[in-house]
């Protein structure tokens, strides 16, 4: 079974801004969102994906994404519970890992996060100085509960 093990950070500042390699634009809606399991429909630039996890233990999931038509993508989103997650992801590499940075508008506008994924749970990565908190077991900052709770509500 394939593992998304992955750290979820508030940013302390704006420096990381300079170390941006590139970015995409991202529109993504959930089919279910319940704590048990998500099913997620996301479009990523000109791409799109269909993503079912299961649930949280640490900060380890299952995770299961498979590519699908972009034609198919758009139809799905137009299923999703509302309000739709939107945001730019920005990547930024630093060391071994990529940091993806996101900065959500639309309903969760003002909210960024830091994420980077891991291959394990203690698995040790450079901590960068514009990092801030970890938030990776506050569930408000779950893509799958801002849609029912947005950040412009907090």
């Known amino acids: ?32 969102s319940t704590k048990e399991r998500t099913v997620r429909v996301r479009i990523s630039g000109e791409q799109a994906y269909l993503t079912i996890k299961g649930p949280v233990t640490g900060v380890t999931r299952a995770e299961y994404e498979y590519e699908i038509p972009v034609s198919d993508g758009l139809a799905l989103i137009d299923l999703c519970e509302q309000p739709l997650i939107e945001k730019t992801r920005y990547f930024v590499p630093l060391g071994d890992h990529l940091w993806e940075i996101d900065v959500f508008t639309g309903a969760n506008e003002g909210l960024t996060v830091a994420e980077i994924e891991l291959t394990a749970e203690r698995e040790a990565f450079i901590r960068p100085a514009w990092l801030g908190r970890e938030v990776s077991d506050d569930v408000r900052y779950y893509n799958s509960s801002l849609i029912h709770r947005p950040f412009t509500s907090w």
Not at 12 to 25: F, G, L
Request: charge should be neutral; hydrophobic fraction near 40%.
């Open 1 to 32: 079974m394939p593992n998304e093990i992955e750290r979820k950070f508030l940013l302390a500042n704006d420096d990381w801004k300079s170390e941006v390699t590139r970015s995409v634009v991202l529109k993504q809606g959930y089919l279910n």
